[in-house]
């Protein structure tokens, strides 16, 4: 396996003042980079999925918008307001391994698997959830500031997200940002309102770390990591899909997302457990 180059970004366990450089490394990943992502919450892993992969996953979410019954905007509350402009806008689909196959396939995909399980330190990985965005161009909607947490809060505090990128998304279309270290703050205090997000004022988006990404690549990062994402102002999407896992030993301490269709399959090793309480 050869070792890949890898830009260090600095620590930071707090907002930093600027924005820095992200983190990237190519796939496979290696120890440095194990590293890297335990000691900041996060990981770009590079061409995870090559082009041609990740051009024909954008035309599934496509075809899969194109077959939804559902006009339903799901942009928070809070941030239409970050944004300062109501008209934003994003399409999304719950569990889109359930309507089409190459969603699924892709969730057993041993690329992805072997890489997150080497990131959450066990060999063992169970599904919690995904969800599939488009941010069309102009006005995509924005995510303040948060962690996943508050929304589904767990024991062991494993859970941690995939974000599949089938198109570019630099940070004229709204790349998701990071606060490296922040998740050694562990959970931290959010507003409900307009859904679970941290203060924007002590939690400034244009002071979290970028992550521009290329159509193939996959960032990584904990559930207690803080992050979220600005407004599309280009003339092109973005199209992602978010994968929610942790470790199957983990159990959730409320019975939020329990709606998730498939929560709980095993996408990696075992369940231990015997899905026993």
């Given at each position: 396996?050869?070792?890949?180059?890898?830009?260090?970004?600095?620590?930071?366990?707090?907002?930093?003042?600027?924005?820095?450089?992200?983190?990237?490394?190519?796939?496979?990943?290696?120890?440095?980079?194990?590293?890297?992502?335990?000691?900041?919450?996060?990981?770009?892993?590079?061409?995870?999925?090559?082009?041609?992969?990740?051009?024909?996953?954008?035309?599934?979410?496509?075809?899969?918008?194109?077959?939804?019954?559902?006009?339903?905007?799901?942009?928070?509350?809070?941030?239409?307001?970050?944004?300062g402009a109501a008209a934003t806008?994003?399409?999304?689909?719950?569990?889109?391994?359930?309507?089409?196959?190459?969603?699924?396939?892709?969730?057993?995909?041993?690329?992805?698997?072997?890489?997150?399980?080497?990131?959450?330190?066990?060999?063992?990985?169970?599904?919690?959830?995904?969800?599939?965005?488009?941010?069309?161009?102009?006005?995509?909607?924005?995510?303040?500031m948060h962690q996943d947490h508050?929304?589904?809060?767990?024991?062991?505090?494993?859970?941690?997200?995939?974000?599949?990128?089938?198109?570019?998304?630099d940070e004229e279309r709204g790349?998701?940002?990071?606060?490296?270290?922040?998740?050694?703050?562990?959970?931290?205090?959010?507003?409900?309102?307009?859904?679970?997000?941290?203060?924007?004022?002590?939690?400034?988006?244009?002071?979290?770390?970028?992550?521009?990404?290329?159509?193939?690549?996959?960032?990584?990062?904990?559930?207690?990591?803080?992050?979220?994402?600005?407004?599309?102002?280009?003339?092109?999407?973005?199209?992602?899909?978010?994968?929610?896992?942790?470790?199957?030993?983990?159990?959730?301490?409320?019975?939020?997302?329990?709606?998730?269709?498939?929560?709980?399959?095993?996408?990696?090793?075992?369940?231990?457990?015997?899905?026993?309480?």
């Amino acid at each position: 396996m050869a070792e890949p180059q890898i830009q260090t970004a600095p620590e930071a366990a707090v907002p930093a003042t600027a924005p820095v450089a992200s983190a990237a490394a190519q796939y496979p990943i290696t120890d440095a980079d194990v590293r890297f992502y335990r000691e900041n919450g996060y990981l770009l892993v590079k061409g995870l999925l090559n082009a041609d992969e990740a051009a024909a996953m954008r035309t599934e979410c496509h075809d899969l918008l194109g077959r939804l019954n559902d006009s339903d905007d799901p942009t928070w509350g809070s941030a239409r307001e970050a944004a300062g402009a109501a008209a934003t806008r994003l399409r999304h689909c719950h569990d889109a391994q359930f309507h089409s196959a190459a969603f699924a396939k892709l969730l057993l995909d041993h690329r992805f698997t072997d890489t997150a399980a080497a990131l959450n330190g066990s060999p063992n990985l169970q599904l919690h959830h995904t969800k599939m965005f488009v941010k069309p161009p102009e006005n995509g909607s924005p995510f303040p500031m948060h962690q996943d947490h508050p929304f589904f809060p767990h024991t062991k505090d494993s859970v941690a997200a995939a974000i599949f990128h089938f198109s570019d998304a630099d940070e004229e279309r709204g790349c998701v940002r990071v606060v490296p270290g922040s998740h050694r703050q562990g959970p931290l205090e959010h507003i409900e309102d307009g859904s679970w997000h941290l203060s924007p004022d002590q939690w400034r988006l244009a002071d979290a770390v970028p992550c521009p990404a290329e159509a193939g690549d996959v960032l990584f990062f904990t559930y207690l990591t803080v992050h979220g994402s600005g407004l599309n102002t280009s003339s092109q999407e973005r199209v992602t899909w978010l994968v929610q896992y942790r470790d199957p030993e983990d159990r959730p301490t409320t019975d939020d997302h329990q709606w998730s269709l498939g929560q709980g399959m095993i996408l990696r090793g075992v369940d231990p457990t015997a899905r026993r309480p």
